[in-house]
Each structure stands twice: as structure tokens, then as C-alpha cells.
């Protein structure tokens, strides 16, 4: 089974920078994927980590560490249409199908 | 090109009803899944399909029943409603596994 723990809610300024954290327990890694999901909308890919590192997209990034469990999204010089809940998600090593197990989403609030 | 298509948006059921939620997509994706997502909380797997004529329990199955006779749809079907059905149900399909889900707008069910 999998265990995924991320922070419930974060706030920040417009312009600034979050850091949202996501640990997982699995019995077999094979990836980590980053969702956005904005209010009453359906979750869109963000961003994708099978190796340890930082993979960087824009103004998004996604950093990976397997042998700590740990991951984290940073999203840079924050705008108001960044204001959504953002869902880690792992794939198992021996999940058929592809099926990736969700954490609870953090939900990120970005004031003027 | 309209990626994964859920219908309807909405539905009101009362307690003891059935129906089926329709989803369809036109990527020729072989991967399909179905997740509940209640609110404030994360998605949860229903079922999934690796390709045609193949279905799988995902985590909470209880309830439920899945299709898949062709690549395109994916159809999910509640036989007697309760109201621990009541949540927003989210379609989804893959091509590979390093690639995201697409996901569908999603289905609004309230048993009551």
C-alpha cells in the first residue's frame, strides 16, 4: 500500500514563492506526478519525476528525492490564477495499469 | 480533437436508484480509470481498464460495476444508490506510463 502526506492549505503573495512538500510511503516507486486542480474543475497535469532532481517547467518545478520519500512543487513569481489545489500523486513499481495513488491535495490561496 | 468526455455534469439521485456515468475518449488511450473525489479530500480509484474487455477493482470497488467493450468508453455503473455515493466522479485515461492522465470535467452525483 501507499501513504501520501502533504500540507492541507498554504497562502501566499502575489509575486512570491511556495514550496509545497509531498512524502510518500510505497512498497515500490515508479514516479511521481504533480496535478493542478482548480476549484470545481478537473485535475490537469502539471509535471512529471521518475529520477532524483529538479525538472523545471516555466514558472513550475518539481523536485524529487527517492531514497528520503520526498518530493515538492515550487511555483515562482505567484499570480492570482495560481490559486488552486495542487495533488501529488505515485505510481506503484508493480501497479498494472498505470494507477497512481493520490494524496490529499494542498490547496494554495494567493493574495494580492 | 475533445480528449475525454463525461456525462452528464450533474445528476440528483434518490436512494435505491440506478444509473450509469458515460465517459469516452478519442486519443485511443488504452489505459481508462474511474476515481471518486469527495470533498476537501483527494481522488480515490473505483476501477480501471488496461484495454478493451478488461476491468480491474481499483481501492473503494464497493457499489459499483465497470464496462470496457471498446477503447473509446469507459461507462461506470451504481446499481442501488446511497448516499455515501454522493461526490464528484472524474474519468480519466493514459497512453503510457510516464505519461499524465487526461482527465474529464467530471460527473456531480448527490444521493439523497
Known amino acids: 500500500g501507499q501513504n501520501i502526506d502533504q500540507p492541507t492549505e498554504m497562502t501566499a503573495t502575489e509575486g512570491a514563492i511556495v514550496q509545497i512538500n509531498c512524502t510518500y510511503q510505497?512498497?515500490?516507486?515508479?514516479?511521481l506526478f504533480w496535478y493542478q486542480q482548480h476549484a470545481g474543475e478537473a485535475p490537469t497535469f502539471l509535471s512529471y519525476n521518475v529520477l532524483d532532481g529538479l525538472e523545471e517547467k516555466g514558472r513550475f518545478s518539481s523536485f524529487l528525492s527517492r531514497s528520503k520519500g520526498y518530493s515538492y512543487l515550487l511555483l515562482k513569481e505567484l499570480q492570482m490564477k495560481d490559486s488552486a489545489s495542487y495533488l501529488c500523486?505515485?505510481?506503484?513499481?508493480?501497479?498494472?495499469?498505470?494507477?497512481?495513488?493520490f494524496g490529499g491535495g494542498t490547496r494554495v490561496l494567493v493574495k494580492p | 480533437n475533445a480528449g475525454v468526455t463525461q456525462t452528464p455534469k450533474f445528476r440528483i439521485l434518490k436512494i435505491g436508484q440506478s444509473m450509469t456515468l458515460q465517459c469516452t475518449q478519442d486519443m485511443n488511450h488504452n489505459y481508462m480509470y474511474w476515481y471518486r473525489q469527495d470533498p476537501g479530500m483527494g481522488l480515490k480509484l473505483i476501477y480501471y481498464?488496461?484495454?478493451?474487455?478488461?476491468?480491474d477493482k481499483g481501492e473503494v470497488p464497493n457499489g459499483y460495476n465497470v464496462s470496457r467493450s471498446t477503447t473509446e468508453d469507459f461507462p461506470l455503473r451504481l446499481e442501488l444508490a446511497a448516499p455515501s455515493q454522493t461526490s464528484v466522479y472524474f474519468c480519466a485515461s493514459s497512453r503510457e506510463a510516464s505519461y499524465g492522465y487526461t482527465f474529464g470535467s467530471g460527473t456531480r452525483l448527490t444521493v439523497v
Open positions: 500523486a505515485v505510481r506503484d513499481h508493480g501497479a498494472a495499469g498505470n494507477k497512481l495513488t
Open positions: 510505497t512498497s515500490g516507486f515508479n514516479g
Open positions: 481498464s488496461v484495454g478493451a474487455g478488461i476491468t
